[in-house]
């Protein structure tokens, strides 16, 4: 980027020695003798810094500088640009008076030209980081949160806003179509990375033989001796965002190499001599409990904890049934321009299918709610257009027949089921006692009392 400098001085010479300076340094330069001059210069004209003289003619440069950070016209061109002044006469109590009025710092006449270009590469560095901080702000602010008002999903979204500006690699769990991308996406668009790739690998779907090609790309000699270079993913989302999904079913012998990548950042593409150095945030998602994987040596240890930096769980569908009429209209407006006809689901049909367990979660949703816009009749989608599967109330499979419950009177009845829905739940959130908690509706203490009374603590 090449920087503009606004130089303030009514003296000539003296703006003619720093436009020298300056352009030897690869600087851009405004000139103005004046502070009126300097105002209307900044009114129209973007510049990263502003050295500015105290002594001149007309306004000093004390009253320019205060107009300058209150004036209204030019202010989103030069927010928070520093001003450095510049005095032959300085006095403390000048110095003091220029920097209530939000001066960055202030220099003696004759001017030291180390001191100059050292101040304004700190100045600059310091008001980039400003501006990239509040633009960052300004999109997590103003960014649309993930589909749905469940308290699970706001959740989610409170935890993805406080982590996603940092650089911290994150492991995201969850069941077969709960949206792991989704949420993935939503931390690099939040994230000081949102301006670079955002890149997405599904471990399970490359063979084994081509992964290694596929995340570090390759080197091969050309017909005419030229090296011909394949860039892999790692290359391409260089500065911004990998996304490893189905990271559990990544072979072993290739979770050795991503292991080594992450902690070295550096990669080899295959036939390649040199090492590459890759600026890459990481996001891994799985459907596995990873603890288990490691336990029946199918996943690398190593590889979890520094994956493991992060976990973020994905709720399933059933957990947020709430949220299906916001989720229904998103997929309904995202097929408008497909569709021949306008439709919606009565509040009769949307009842019905808040009542699913939906085993396959968001995706099946958006599969069902796509087939019914073209399959439908009418305008508007009722009960009778939804399939037979909406209307079975098929207990979810939890290891244990519920017709024995009916064998027992309704104490033990109840009994065996607060054991087995709790074992459930505690199955489904990998053991953690507080996200159980927090899922079923429960204090944490209390909830670690029960599954002591029925054996499972």
Known sequence: MNHTILIVDDEESIRTSLRGILEDEQYAVLEAPSGEAALELLSTHPVSAVLLDIWMDGIDGVETLRRFKQQEIGKELNADVPVIMMSGHGTIETAVTATKEGAYDFLEKPLSLDRILLLLGRAIREWLLLRENRALRARIENAPAMIGTAPVMQ???????????????????????????????????????????????????????????????????????????????????????????????????????????????????????????????????????????????RFRQDLYYRLNVIPLHIPPLRERLEDIPLLVEHFIAMQQANMVQTRHFSAEALATMQNYHWPGNVRELKNLVERLLIMASGERIEPSDLPDFLYKRELPDVGQPWQELLEHNLRDAREMFERVYLQAQLDRQQGNISRTAEVIGMERSALHRKLKILGLG
């Open 155 to 297: 959740a989610l979204e409170q935890q993805i806003r406080r982590m996603a500006p940092t650089d911290g690699w994150v492991l995201l769990i969850g069941e077969n179509g709960t949206g792991k991308e989704v949420a993935a996406r939503r931390v690099h668009e939040l994230s000081k990375r949102a301006n670079a790739p955002f890149i997405a690998v599904n471990s399970a779907a490359i063979p084994e033989k081509a992964i290694e090609t596929e995340l570090f790309g390759r080197e091969k000699s050309g017909p005419d001796g030229t090296t011909i270079v394949q860039p892999g993913r790692f290359e391409q989302s260089n500065h911004g965002t990998l996304f490893l999904d189905a990271v559990g079913d990544m072979p072993l012998k290739m979770q050795a190499k991503i292991l080594r990548a992450l902690q070295e950042q550096q990669i080899e593409r295959v036939g390649g001599q040199q090492p590459i150095r890759v600026d890459v945030r990481v996001i891994a998602a799985t459907n596995k409990n990873l603890e288990e994987e490691i336990a029946e040596g």
